[in-house]
């Protein structure tokens, strides 16, 4: 089959979280099935542009509304991640540093799409699937079935996969006019509750609609920002798969991030010697548990109850542990994070920032992990953290619902808790540290976990299922 991703994430071109993960993995384990998959994306100003050889594949020339653009599409010349990678270049629009965070989102993430269908729309074949991911790119099944120009992608099967609904790219319903000539019958299908929500004529649009793990799914119809009810009425081709972690990026025998490499037979010393460097580095005591936190520093993470949890457990617990965190994210929680470093006697320090290394180097050296998230769609931290032996302390919501046993129950492996509350956090912080005063039960947690497979291979089988079920007309 020839399936065709769309995203604005894929690593290690552009990342900032899952999303990135998902699309620099998915498309290679399809290929490794005999499949032709391929990734568009747009063309960020990143290293990965500059680091290596591009072809010019297409010029073209097309409209946001009165705005008349050329773009051009580059593919990688060597093919090194696994798949063929296409680079769409919009000059002014796509051409910046960061993937989000402008003014004119909006507007850039429009004439993405836009050029990528005129794109489409130009190949001599079409392809089988067309797999657009989150709101940058929910409007294409739309486009294909409506926009006169793009007329002949309009029977090119559509997947749109919801990797978070907390974002749907709503803007103004004047800005229906960006959008190449289209059936005016069928504005209805762009607006929800007033305004242009891409997410929601995604989820109308599409032929078929998953969610990245079966929890979220469920959870969606009870609250996702207001598309609950188009959720309940669109169930029938809604679907829940889990997401993969590639185990060949994410492997504590290879990593190249770090040096004390280790299977699970050596996870015991090879996570000590991890530990070590990091708390050298970042001035901690190595012989307490090590527990971090990696990720957007935001609401829906439970990153705003970081600080307190952990002046919490210094309180009631005593300082029998330490805290590394690193993020970045809403200002007053970088904020709040460095602000309580000046009460660490060893125990405590934060990294604000994005940094890929920091991360792998986390998974290795950390004991626990905590993942306090008020809404996790998957949440591929605590895959890695289980590969890594690392604990993940989560709370019970969504992909972690579905990944995630609390050890305390029969083949349990993680710690998990109910609430997302600085007194359920810190529970959990001392259940945490009462199960590493266990070496034995901790080692036997260790084996536990680094024995799962949470591998792309079945995700991947479940995709092209999908896909399959879509060509014979299911
Ligand atoms: P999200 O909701 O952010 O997509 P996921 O758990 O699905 O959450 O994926 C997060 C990914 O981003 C993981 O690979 C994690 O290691 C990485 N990540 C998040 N924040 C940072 C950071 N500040 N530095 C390095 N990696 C980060």
């Keep these: 089959m020839e399936i065709v991703h769309v995203s604005a994430e894929c690593y290690p071109v552009a990342k900032a979280g899952g999303l990135g993960d998902v699309v620099g993995a998915l498309p290679k384990y399809q290929n490794g099935l005999g499949h032709n998959a391929k990734v568009i994306m747009p063309m960020y100003r ?25 773009y051009t599409v580059i593919r990688e010349a060597t093919n090194k991640l696994g798949f063929e990678l296409y680079l769409v270049d919009i000059y002014g629009l796509l051409d910046r540093d960061k993937i989000y965070g402008y003014g004119d989102d909006t507007e850039r993430f429009f004439s993405f799409q836009i050029a990528v269908s005129d794109w489409l729309n130009t190949w001599s074949n079409t392809p089988d699937v067309v797999h657009v991911h989150d709101h940058h ?119 190249h ?29 190595p012989r307490k548990p090590l527990i971090t936190f990696i990720g957007r520093l935001v609401g829906d993470k ?45 125990d405590y320090n934060t990294y604000i920032g994005y940094d890929e290394a920091l991360s792998h180097r986390l998974y290795a050296g950390a004991d626990f992990i905590l993942m306090p998230s008020r809404v996790e769609p998957c949440g591929l931290n605590q895959l890695y953290a289980l590969r890594y032996g690392t604990v993940p302390v989560v709370r019970n919501t969504g992909g972690l ?57 079945a995700s991947v089988r479940a995709y092209l299922d999908l896909y399959e079920r879509m060509r014979s007309g299911q």
């Design 137 to 255: 790119c929910a409007l294409i099944p739309f486009m294909f079935k409506y926009c006169f120009s793009f007329r002949k992608l309009e029977n090119v099967a559509t997947v749109l996969t919801i990797h978070n609904a907390q974002y749907q790219g709503q803007t103004g319903m004047e800005k229906t006019v960006y959008i190449p000539e289209w059936d005016v019958w069928k504005r209805g299908l762009l607006e929800w509750e007033g305004a242009l929500n891409p997410l929601a004529c995604g989820i109308r649009c599409a032929w078929k609609v998953t969610t990245v793990s079966p929890t979220y799914l469920i959870e969606m119809r009870h609250s996702s920002m207001g598309l609950e009810p188009l959720l309940e009425y669109e169930k029938g081709k809604c679907s829940g798969i889990l997401n993969g972690i590639d185990t060949k990026v994410w492997d504590p025998a290879t990593d």
């Design 401 to 457: 619902h579905d990944t995630v046993l609390d050890y305390g129950d029969p083949g349990g492996y993680g710690i998990r808790f109910l609430h997302a509350s600085v007194q359920d956090m810190t529970h959990a912080i001392w259940r945490a540290t009462e199960l590493f005063a266990n070496r034995e039960m901790l080692k036997d947690v260790r084996q536990r976990m680094m024995q799962l497979d949470f591998s792309w291979e």
């Design 46 to 70: 990143t290293k990965f542009l500059s680091n290596n050889e591009w072809d010019v594949v297409h010029k073209g020339y097309t409209h946001l509304h009165d705005y008349w653009f050329n």
């Design 257 to 285: 991030y770090f040096e004390h490499h280790y299977s699970a037979a050596t996870a015991d010393q090879g996570k000590q010697k991890n530990k070590e460097a990091l708390c050298f580095e970042y001035g901690l005591d």
């Design 302 to 346: 439970g990153a705003d109850l970081i600080p307190q949890a952990v002046e919490d457990s210094f309180y009631y617990i005593g300082r029998r542990m330490c805290f590394l965190i690193l993020g970045s994210g809403l200002p007053s929680i970088e904020g709040h994070l460095q602000s309580i470093r000046d009460m660490s006697r060893g």
